[in-house]
Structures are given as structure tokens and as C-alpha cells.
């Protein structure tokens, strides 16, 4: 065989076949998104905190019913439902954390990025199985509610078991939800590590609230805008949020969400892997 017909010949494998070209079949998006989804709970760490979930609400369910005996018109569907959304809304930015950070702290990040060299496919994978997660997680609350409402139903007379409820609060929480989980993947991303990532998603936008109750001019001025706990608060209950509010959330989204996922996003495509 000439030196030509060498060069243009297909790479073999053992078995005599055509060597398939990875540039030319990239790895799917929805394969990398579920292999991301898996990783949500595959760990040990991911499993507990899952679960802890359901451990969590079925204590909601039975403090509410207590709390209440004397007052059943607040269990509601809508109470309920707002309620299971505090235990997901804790745990899920913390597996967000985890699904970022544990290829680098589990060391996995080689395996990782050679299956798949294009890192920023694999980060959009991790994002998109992310989100995901928060729209199962507000489903969750969803049955969870149900269910709570139904034994309060049983357990108390009218006007307990009221399935009450609006579109605006079940968006709210939607948005809620999301913003939590984006806000812990933006300071993974950024860190890339676990200890530091979580530490940073709960100390530094309490801190931020802090100086604005301990600061009057800053909460009156910068403190709405970029406070976490006044921007998000509008959308705690069960009304539509005005166009003010918006754009203060979106305004607290770019300075908490934005820029540190898009800082994240470039370290993690610089990052040398070990």
C-alpha cells in the first residue's frame, strides 16, 4: 500500500471495524443531562440529602396539623404547598452545589472532560439538569401539599382541607426555587469546592442582609436592589408581583447569579485538570 492510500485509509479497531471519529458524534445533550440528573443522587451525600426531603415534610405536615388544631382555617392546599417548598428550597442550591463541585473534590473531572472535552457542554448539561430538579422540586411540593391537605381534611372539619389556591403562588415559588438553586451553582462554579461553595451561599447574602438592617441608608438605597432576602421577599406570597419588583429581583439576579456563574463558567473551562 502507498504512503497516500495509508493516510486515506479508516482507523481500524481490533475487531477490523471502522474506529468510530468522536468529533463527528459528539455525545448527546440529553444523555449528558441524565448521566447529570443521576449524579443528583448516585452519592452518598446526594442520596441522604434527597431524602431528607421526604423526612422533612412528612415533620411539616404533622407540626402544621399540631400548631393548627385550634385555628384549621390556615390548612390549606396553599399552606401546605408553601410549606414543602422551605425544606426543597434549603436542600436543592446544597445538591446543586454538590453536582458542580464533586468533580473536582471527588477527583472525577478527568474521567469527565475526556469522555466529553467540550467543558462547556458538560457544564450546560449540569445546568440544564439543575433546572430540571427545580421544576421536579416544586412538582414535589405539589403532591406533598396534596397529600398534607387531604389528612388535614380528615383529621379536622371545615374549613381545614380548603384546596384554595392561586397560579401567582405557584409561579412565585417556581421562581423562588430557581433563583436558590442558580445562586448555589454560580458560587460552585466560581469555587469548586464544597465546603467553600456552601459557606458562601449561605454567609454572603445573610451578611448582605445584616448590613442592610444594620445600615439604614444602604437598605434604603442599594439594599432593595441587590438584597436577596428584600428582593425575594415579594415573591413569598401568594400575588403578583409588580414591575418594580421584577426588575429589583433581576437586578439581584445579575449581581448574585450572573456574574459569579459566569466567572465560574470561565474557570471551569481554564481550570487545569488533576
Do not use: C
Not at 462554579?189 to 459557606?199: D, F, K, R, S
Not at 445600615?215 to 436577596?228: A, I, M, R, S
Amino acid at each position: 500500500m502507498t504512503t497516500a492510500h495509508a493516510h486515506s485509509a479508516p482507523a481500524r479497531d481490533t475487531a477490523g471495524g471502522a474506529r468510530p471519529d468522536r468529533r463527528s458524534s459528539p455525545i448527546p445533550l440529553t444523555r449528558l443531562t441524565a448521566v447529570e440528573l443521576r449524579k443528583l443522587v448516585d452519592t452518598r451525600a446526594g442520596f441522604w440529602l434527597t431524602a431528607s426531603i421526604g423526612v422533612i415534610s412528612v415533620v411539616v405536615v404533622v407540626a402544621m396539623l399540631i400548631a393548627n388544631r385550634t385555628s384549621p382555617e390556615n390548612l390549606t392546599y396553599g399552606q401546605f404547598f408553601g410549606m414543602m417548598n422551605i425544606p426543597t428550597g434549603v436542600i436543592l442550591p446544597i445538591l446543586a452545589i454538590l453536582l458542580v463541585t464533586g468533580e473536582w473534590s471527588q477527583r472525577t473531572a478527568l474521567t469527565t472532560f475526556t469522555m466529553e472535552p467540550r467543558r462547556e457542554r458538560v457544564v450546560g448539561a449540569k445546568l440544564l439538569a439543575a433546572l430540571i430538579a427545580g421544576v421536579g422540586a416544586v412538582a414535589l411540593s405539589l403532591v406533598l401539599g396534596a397529600v398534607g391537605n387531604v389528612i388535614a381534611g380528615i383529621v379536622y372539619t371545615d374549613p381545614a382541607g380548603s384546596w384554595s389556591f392561586t397560579a401567582a403562588g405557584l409561579v412565585n415559588s417556581a421562581i423562588l426555587q430557581i433563583f436558590g438553586l442558580l445562586l448555589g451553582f454560580g458560587f460552585a462554579a466560581l469555587i469548586l469546592n464544597t465546603p467553600g461553595a456552601i459557606v458562601a451561599y449561605f454567609a454572603m447574602p445573610t451578611a448582605l442582609t445584616l448590613v442592610s438592617e444594620l445600615v439604614p441608608w444602604f437598605k434604603d438605597n442599594l439594599g432593595e436592589w441587590v438584597d436577596t432576602s428584600a428582593t425575594n421577599a415579594p415573591f413569598q406570597s401568594g400575588d403578583w408581583a409588580t414591575g418594580g419588583e421584577w426588575t429589583r429581583l433581576v437586578v439581584s439576579a445579575v449581581v448574585w447569579i450572573a456574574i459569579p456563574l459566569t466567572l465560574g463558567v470561565i474557570r471551569v473551562l481554564r481550570s487545569e485538570v488533576k
